[in-house]
């Protein structure tokens, strides 16, 4: 066997050796002398080189809480109860609305209603035509009378504000039928149109009649529109007043006192008074029938869809697809304050579900932009919060 020996070291490389041998013998020697165990002395003399250097972490903070953080809405059945946004929205509506609303919100084949104001009672106005052509509807389809009845209206039959059908009307007369005489009052809100119907149907008491038959509850129904118009102003009615401009003129010639205390007094107690949440609540009962014959029913709710009134009021917030019948009233004003703006209606989505909808504006200042952008926010609410379950 042979031994391979090592390549020869060279004379510089013996010298190295000898020094680092020398420093060993010294590090131990020192070792020795100062008492510590030699390891220690040993790995002290031996030269260290720092490691990488790390930051030390700050603890973490607690998390801070979000301002106004988003309220957990829970599950709902729409069908027993209304959505809660629907609930927030109408309530800020009429919170942050200047002047005296009500509003009101009623799903159809539900049994609840959103409100605001819901109780109170509100100046109907034109409105009011509503019950008169329900009572009307409902004496046909008791047989009291026909659709196709004629009437003839005389000179001495009209009487103010609007009124289309005056026009008509010459010296010997002018003659329709009390079907006619109902699409006026629906579509047109002709007031003539509307008193000639309460005539026929038999007056203010028929129509609370058939209000008290049907169980609508908390809707006054007024005295025709000669004396309720002529009194909220201050007047007595005179025939002379269905003339031209003579009623305004009348009106005009009242000391500014006058006119303020009988339209406050009008205010604080209408005799045409009706609160929301009962408009929202009649209006389901005729979309599901229970208010006219299936023949009446339908006859009516087209007319209503046919209405050329306040096409921007809740109907200018109705969003493509959805449909909207309703009735509107406007009261008089007496600046800087205007009285019962009002639109009541049946807003339906794509899917056939139908929603009753009231705003009743008594009294405010602000202009009629600003109530258009009220109403036409509660039918949006009502669109974006639809839930067909």
């Not at 109907?124 to 009572?135: F, H, I, N, R």
């Not at 579509?187 to 609370?208: C, F, H, I, W, Y």
């Not at 959805?322 to 009002?342: C, D, I, M, V």
Request: hydrophobic share 40%.
């Amino acid at each position: 066997m042979k031994i391979k020996r090592c390549a020869p070291v060279g004379k510089g490389e013996r010298v190295r050796r000898r020094i680092s041998l020398s420093l060993v013998i010294a590090a131990l020697g020192a070792c020795v002398g100062s008492g510590e165990p030699p390891a220690a002395r040993v790995a002290a003399a031996v030269p260290r080189y720092p490691g990488p250097v790390t930051t030390p972490q700050k603890p973490r903070e607690p998390a801070k809480p979000v301002a106004n953080p988003p309220i957990a809405i829970s599950d709902y059945n729409p069908r027993s109860t209304p959505s809660p946004a629907l609930v927030s929205i109408i309530q800020s509506l009429g919170r942050n609305f200047n002047g005296k609303v009500g509003i009101a919100v009623r799903r159809v084949d539900a049994d609840w209603t959103v409100a605001w104001n819901g109780t109170a009672l509100f100046p109907q106005q034109s409105v009011s035509k509503l019950w008169v052509t329900m009572a009307m509807l409902d004496a046909v389809d008791r047989g009291k009378m026909s659709l196709s009845d004629p009437v003839t209206i005389h000179r001495q039959d009209l009487t103010l504000f609007n009124q289309p059908l005056a026009a008509m009307v010459d010296a010997d007369g002018f003659t329709t039928t009390v079907a006619d005489l109902m699409k006026r009052a629906m579509a047109q809100s002709d007031n003539t149109a509307n008193d000639m119907l309460l005539r026929k149907v038999g007056g203010p008491e028929a129509v609370r009649g058939f209000l008290a038959r049907r169980f609508v509850s908390n809707v006054r129904f007024g005295p025709g529109e000669r004396i309720l118009q002529s009194t909220t102003a201050g007047l007595s009615w005179n025939p002379s007043y269905a003339q031209g401009r003579n009623f305004y003129a009348a009106r005009a010639a009242l000391p500014m006192s006058v006119r303020q205390r009988a339209l406050d007094a009008y205010l604080a107690d209408p005799p045409d008074g009706a609160a929301p949440s009962s408009v929202v609540a009649a209006l389901a009962k005729l979309k599901r029938g229970e208010m006219l014959s299936p023949a009446s029913t339908s006859l009516l709710l087209d007319v209503m869809h046919s209405a050329k009134t306040g096409p921007q009021r809740i109907k200018g917030g109705v969003p493509p697809g959805w449909s909207y019948l309703h009735k509107t009233g406007t009261g008089q004003e007496l600046a800087p304050r205007s009285t019962g703006f009002n639109d009541i209606g049946i807003m339906t989505a794509p899917d056939g579900t139908s929603y009753a909808v009231a705003v009743f504006i008594g009294s405010t200042t602000v202009p009629i932009p600003t109530r258009w952008e009220l109403m036409q926010s509660v039918a949006k609410a009502v669109a974006a919060n639809h839930d067909k379950r």
